[in-house]
């Protein structure tokens, strides 16, 4: 099955924010003489923790400086090294970094900036740790940078891209955190990624939210897309599922919530399975279960019926009813599609309201749409899993909300209007316990 595909061609006299070519270029330096771009913050193995990553020049010894802003010891600074780094094979001249913040506390603001051991300094970015209980975070699908139309990339989708960061946090300035449910970028010839690496880590935002990314079809490159691995410093990172260098699955918590992404890419079911039990006998009193990977198997639009698509449907889809997932994050089919409650692969409540109450290996599923703009598949089907579907060829961003007995999943168009809204609760009891 194949549905038209259609692209963001042009956008003059939109209301886009624009970025300048420039927005791919090194970060603004309080120091000029030190080299660092491709900065961003991500989650940590814990809420008291971020992963910082980035390039910087060959043989610098770049490290982090902390300093807490806010707080009873304000004003302190620590210095961290990265604890991971290599050369940046398809960028000559620069190599890439990673390390961990660690013993962040609740509440508080933090600055940070790249230094080289000679003690030039890049300029500091601020993020602030949130409060125990309560918390929202936002999702996004398929930025795909730079999607192209007739073989010529376009600037417009990192514009797009940078469009919805800047309103999704504005709308939600305390949000936890951002996850992208795959595709950062879009060519499948790994010497082109670097241009499209800089434009989706461009936004300001990326270094101010830490970011939870899944791995796409597109990031992969047919299993050459090592860049992926390089730009990001993720926790509890498995060699499972790796296809790619570096892109196995990996897991974190953050307030009692367990959030697990598995590599999509890769059809090792059992292994896969294997690291999501893993995960969960980590974090036995995890309120919720959320797992996120990129190719969505109740999508309704150009992927239903692919065949690796199939696979994950009928054989991975009991895996996560069996473990007690409650919630599956998807991107790759740019459409939006809420299933029903699904136990496997079958439809195990018709409920299509905003309120749905799930049973033990009952699970909803959400599909995201771009949120770039870049590139739109028209719906096909129907498909019997199809609560509540969307393709209104526009940017879309989705925000969870997440207490101890409820997730309320809003997706929202850019531009403001809500497109699905749903409330998620459980029985008590549940699988994988």
């Not at 300094?121 to 795909?144: E, I, K, M, W």
């Not at 999508?299 to 069996?322: C, G, M, Y």
């Not at 699905?420 to 699988?431: E, G, I, Q, S, Y």
Request: aromatic share 10%; net charge negative; charged share 15%.
């Amino acid at each position: 099955m194949s549905s038209p595909v259609r692209y963001l061609a042009a956008l003059a006299g939109s209301a886009l924010v624009l970025t300048s070519l420039a927005s791919a270029a090194p970060v603004a330096h309080a120091d000029a003489t030190i080299q660092v771009k491709d900065l961003v913050l991500t989650v940590g193995a814990t809420s008291s923790e971020r992963g910082v990553a980035w390039l910087g020049g060959v043989g610098v010894d770049d490290h982090i400086q902390l300093t807490q802003v806010t707080g009873r010891s304000h004003h302190r600074t620590t210095t961290v090294a990265p604890t991971s780094a290599g050369t940046a094979g398809e960028q000559t001249g620069w190599e890439w970094n990673q390390a961990t913040l660690r013993g962040l506390k609740t509440h508080t603001t933090y600055s940070y900036r790249i230094c080289s051991a000679a003690g030039s300094c890049t300029d500091a970015h601020r993020f602030r740790t949130g409060s125990a209980g309560n918390f929202s975070f936002l999702v996004y699908g398929d930025p795909q940078v730079y999607v192209q139309k007739g073989g010529n990339p376009t600037t417009a989708v990192v514009d797009g891209w940078t469009q919805t960061l800047a309103e999704s946090t504005g709308a939600f300035p305390k949000t936890a955190f951002l996850l992208t449910a795959g595709d950062q970028v879009d060519s499948y010839n790994v010497s082109a990624q670097p241009a499209e690496w800089d434009g989706f880590l461009s936004p300001e935002q990326l270094t101010t939210y830490g970011l939870a990314p899944n791995v796409g079809n597109h990031d992969d490159a047919s299993t050459t897309g090592y860049l992926y691995a390089q730009h990001f410093a993720l926790p509890n990172l498995s060699t499972t599922g790796q296809s790619a260098a570096g892109t196995g699955d990996y897991w974190y918590t953050y307030n009692g919530v367990l959030f697990l992404s598995i590599n999509s890419n890769s059809l090792d079911f059992a292994g896969h399975e294997a690291f999501l039990e893993q995960a969960v006998k980590a974090a036995p009193k995890a309120r919720w279960r959320i797992l996120s990977f990129h190719h969505a198997p109740f999508s309704s639009a150009d992927h239903p019926l692919d065949s690796n698509v199939a696979q994950i449907r009928e054989q991975f889809t009991p895996v996560i009813s069996k473990l007690g997932i409650d919630l599956v994050l998807n991107g790759h089919d740019h459409d939006y599609t809420r299933s029903y409650l699904m136990d496997g692969d079958s439809v195990a409540s018709p409920q299509a309201g905003g309120h749905v109450t799930a049973k033990p290996g009952q699970v909803l599923y959400i599909t995201t749409n771009s949120a770039s703009g870049g590139k739109f598949y028209d719906l096909t089907g129907p498909y019997p899993w199809a609560a509540v579907t969307n393709q209104a060829d526009k940017a879309n961003y989705t925000n969870v909300e997440v207490t101890g007995d409820a997730l309320v999943v809003t997706t929202y168009e850019v531009g403001g209007s809500v497109i699905d809204r749903v409330t998620l609760t459980r029985t008590k009891a549940r699988c994988g316990r």
